[in-house]
């Protein structure tokens, strides 16, 4: 069974930086890829950014929103992935989920999810 | 961007309804998208992915359906823990967005 564990939520000013985890057990993250969404409060969720799987050198892709202050990374000893935030606004506050993929039809869908972390912008 | 667009944005309804949810997109994208459940507090569940194809675990009154801009999610008989708002997400290209959301609610 696979779970996914988000950790390194809480609140910071803004401006300031953040680091979220994602740690898998279940599955080798490696060669899986792995997307984070976010939900704000009242909101609905918005796709943050997605991470390759090895195989394709865990290249990223991001949301405009977030592209040039967020950056992901992986480390395959601790089958964790992470989510570097900086230069974080107030209207990054959320909840934050990672969920890993699975290839069906050409696509990547992203299938198992995480329960989420809250992350608070606010001074 | 490809925006997507869900119709209706809120829907009451009764236990043993059936309901249907409509999701536009700005530009074909083939079948390239998927449907999920939120409840509050809890992980996005995956409810159908291609357009149609219903994931594993999930119940056959889940229905997915349509291809290029327009597309459905049918509820055939509406159950008390189908209770929760439902999202649209495309997959035909970066970024991958989400609709608006529809929150089903109990009439």
């Known amino acids: 069974e696979v779970q996914l564990v988000e950790s390194g939520g809480g609140l910071v000013q803004p401006g300031g930086s953040l680091r979220l985890s994602c740690a898998a057990s279940g599955i080798i993250i490696s060669d899986y890829y792995m997307d984070w969404v976010r939900q704000a409060p009242g909101k609905g969720l918005e796709w943050v950014g997605r991470?390759?799987?090895?195989?394709?050198?865990?290249?990223?892709e991001y949301a405009a929103s977030v592209k040039d202050r967020f950056f992901l990374s992986r480390d395959d000893s601790k089958n964790s992935m992470y989510l570097q935030m900086n230069g974080l606004k107030i209207e990054d506050t959320a909840v934050y989920y990672c969920a890993s993929n699975y290839f069906h039809s050409d696509i990547y869908w992203p299938d198992s999810w995480g329960q989420g972390t809250l992350v608070t912008v606010s001074s | 961007d490809i925006q997507l667009t869900q119709s209706p944005s809120f829907l009451s309804a009764s236990v043993g309804d059936r309901v249907t949810i409509t999701c536009r997109a700005s530009q074909g994208i083939s079948s390239y998208l998927a449907w999920f459940q939120k409840k509050p507090g809890k992980a996005p569940k995956l409810l159908i992915c291609a357009a149609s194809t219903l994931h594993s675990g999930v119940p056959s009154r889940f229905s997915g359906g349509g291809s290029g801009t327009e597309f459905t999610l049918t509820i055939s008989s509406l159950q008390p823990e189908d209770f929760a708002t439902y999202y649209c997400q495309h997959f035909n290209n970066y970024p991958l967005t989400f609709g608006g959301g529809t929150k089903v609610e109990i009439k």
């Open positions: 991470s390759r799987d090895k195989a394709h050198s865990y290249t990223a």
